[in-house]
Nanobody
Framework: QVQLVESGGGLVQAGGSLRLSCAASGRTFGNYAMGWFRQAPGKEREFVAA????????AYANSVKARFTISRDNAKNTVYLQMSSLKPEDTAVYCC????????????????????WGQGTQVTVSS
């Protein structure tokens, strides 16, 4: 089992940047594919970015491609989401999630694949 705690959210002006972090408990962080999802007020939670166990493979939603970068540091049990050129429509609660897998190159973009979720961190982008 793994527990996830996000940090790094806040209020930023449009065009600005933020880096979110997701710290995981346990000694087997490297056995999990990781993902970031977000939920805006009145909307369903949606996929943002995902990364495989080793960090070599990534996937992004079209809405954030070329603006957001997901990365991980398995030695620190942490996954990151670097967000640049932020837009007001990026305002949401951002959650990280973990999916256990034996497959090194596996990436998950669907919510149902993930077993563990953090509580989320609020990101607000003002216009």
């Amino acid at each position: 089992q793994v527990q996830l705690v996000e940090s790094g959210g806040g209020l930023v002006q449009a065009g600005g940047s933020l880096r979110l972090s997701c710290a995981a408990s346990g000694r087997t962080f490297g056995n999990y594919a990781m993902g970031w999802f977000r939920q805006a007020p009145g909307k369903e939670r949606e996929f943002v970015a995902a990364i495989n166990r080793g960090g070599a493979y990534t996937a992004y939603a079209n809405s954030v491609k070329a603006r957001f970068t997901i990365s991980r540091d398995n030695a620190k049990n942490t996954v990151y989401l670097q967000m640049s050129s932020l837009k007001p429509e990026d305002t949401a609660v951002y959650c990280c999630a973990a999916a256990p897998t034996d497959v090194m190159h596996f990436i998950a973009t669907t919510q149902s694949t993930y077993d563990y979720w953090g509580q989320g961190t609020q990101v607000t982008v003002s216009s």
